[in-house]
Antibody
């Protein structure tokens, strides 16, 4: 069964840091482009970051550039998102998403930035 | 950024009746390989999104054939031939030709 499981969300103060992880199983992780996509409470979907199969090319939306770092470990079938200098507007459910033979989404991990 | 504009934003539909959602992109979505990278997603209440359609009109595995996608250039459409109760949710179009990849605002489908 294709599965993506995110972890690491929580409550953090503005200016703080948080690291998200995504564990992949049931598919050949190294063959998939991977993304982080977020959804603010009651709002639509926003692409945050995207990386190719090898992790050699990574793209970020302008609002997180310089603050977020996405990386992958194909040997461990894992994806991560390091988030620094967090802002209130980063509050959202963060999804780990895979793009390959199938499109797969995790259940999301909630990040709340608040004082 | 490529703006994706959906209409309507709210879509009340009677069970068994057809439904149609429009998506307009701010610029063309054909990539250097000649592919038009326009997808449709369904998000049921309390669930993660699920892709229904990719490359404008190709249904994902397991998607009922009552869902169909069409369009060219900058105008695209998702059609449901006969709405069922399980179709309730929010539908998003998305382009992944240009970075950043962008979603439409979402269309909320509800049963009348």
């Amino acid at each position: 069964e294709v599965q993506l499981v995110e972890s690491g969300g929580g409550l953090v103060q503005p200016g703080g840091s948080l690291g998200l992880s995504c564990a992949a199983s049931g598919f050949t992780f190294s063959n998939y482009w991977m993304s982080w996509i977020r959804q603010a409470p009651g709002k639509g979907l926003e692409w945050v970051a995207h990386t190719n199969e090898a992790g050699s090319d990574t793209y970020y939306v302008d609002s997180v550039k310089g603050r977020f770092t996405m990386s992958r470990d194909n040997a461990k079938n894992s994806l991560s998102l390091q988030m620094n200098s967090l802002r209130v507007e980063d509050t959202a459910l963060y999804y780990c998403v895979g793009w390959g033979l199938v499109n797969c989404w995790g259940q999301g991990t909630l990040v709340t930035v608040s004082s | 950024d490529v703006v994706m504009t959906q209409s309507p934003l709210s879509l009340p539909v009677t069970l068994g009746q057809p439904a149609s959602i429009s998506c307009r992109s701010g610029q063309g979505l054909v990539d250097s390989d000649g592919n038009t990278n326009l997808n449709w997603f369904q998000q049921r209440p309390g669930q993660s999104p699920r892709r229904l359609i990719y490359k404008v009109s190709v249904r994902d595995s397991g998607v009922p054939d009552r869902f169909s996608g069409s369009g060219t250039g900058t105008d695209f459409t998702l059609k449901i031939s006969r709405v069922e109760a399980e179709d309730v949710g929010v539908y998003y179009c998305m382009q992944h030709t240009h970075w950043p990849h962008t979603f439409g605002q979402g269309t909320k489908l509800e049963i009348k």
